[in-house]
Antibody, heavy 122, light 112 residues
Framework: EVQMLESGGGLVQPGGSLRLSCAAS????????MSWVRQAPGKGLEWVSG????????HYADSVKGRFTISRDNSKKTLYLQMNSLRAEDTAVYYC???????????????WGRGTLVTVSS | DIVMTQTPLSLYVTPGQPASISCKSS???????????LYWYLQKPGQSPQLLIY???RRFSGVPDRFSGSGSGTDFTLKISRVEADDVGVYYC?????????FGGGTKVEIK
């Protein structure tokens, strides 16, 4: 079955750090770019970061640049998001999303995980 | 960043009746390769988003043919020919021609 499962969310104080993981199965993970997309409570969707299947050419939203780092381990079929210097406005459900194009960025997402909630609060 | 504007914010539809959602982009989504990079997603209550339409009008695998997409340049429309109870949720358009990909604010579809 093709699926992705995020983990690592939780409650963290402002200024703190958290690392999210996304375990993928059912497709050739290393052949697809992956992204993180977040959704603040009751709000719309915001793309956060993307990474190619090879692990290169990473991209970040301006709102997280310099604070978040995306990475992947293709041997473990797992995507990561290291989040540092967290702010209240980073509070959201974080989804991992599989790119729809093979071997390069298509910048659209044909498979989404269930999401993991990150709450930044003191 | 490209701004995506959806209307209406919400839609109440009688089952079996049609529904239409508009999406406008702040720049043309027509690429020099001839493709137009506009997508539609549905987020059902309590679920993650799912891809419905890619490149304006192409239905993703498993999407019923009552869903159709149209438009060009900066103006796009998602139509549901006959709304069913399973179609409730928030619909988002998204552009993928420029990085970062950006989403519309969403249109909530509810059943009367």
């Amino acid at each position: 079955e093709v699926q992705m499962l995020e983990s690592g969310g939780g409650l963290v104080q402002p200024g703190g750090s958290l690392r999210l993981s996304c375990a993928a199965s059912g497709f050739t993970f290393s052949s697809y770019a992956m992204s993180w997309v977040r959704q603040a409570p009751g709000k719309g969707l915001e793309w956060v970061s993307g990474i190619l299947g090879s692990g290169g050419r990473t991209h970040y939203a301006d709102s997280v640049k310099g604070r978040f780092t995306i990475s992947r381990d293709n041997s473990k079929k797992t995507l990561y998001l290291q989040m540092n210097s967290l702010r209240a406005e980073d509070t959201a459900v974080y989804y991992c999303a599989k790119d729809g194009d093979y071997d390069d960025y298509g910048w659209y997402f044909d498979l989404w995980g269930r999401g993991t909630l990150v709450t930044v609060s003191s | 960043d490209i701004v995506m504007t959806q209307t209406p914010l919400s839609l109440y539809v009688t089952p079996g009746q049609p529904a239409s959602i508009s999406c406008k982009s702040s720049q043309s989504l027509l690429h020099s390769d001839g493709k137009t990079y506009l997508y539609w997603y549905l987020q059902k209550p309590g679920q993650s988003p799912q891809l419905l339409i890619y490149e304006v009008y192409r239905r993703f695998s498993g999407v019923p043919d009552r869903f159709s997409g149209s438009g060009s340049g900066t103006d796009f429309t998602l139509k549901i020919s006959r709304v069913e109870a399973d179609d409730v949720g928030v619909y988002y358009c998204m552009q993928a021609i420029f990085v970062p990909p950006t989403f519309g604010g969403g249109t909530k579809v509810e059943i009367k």
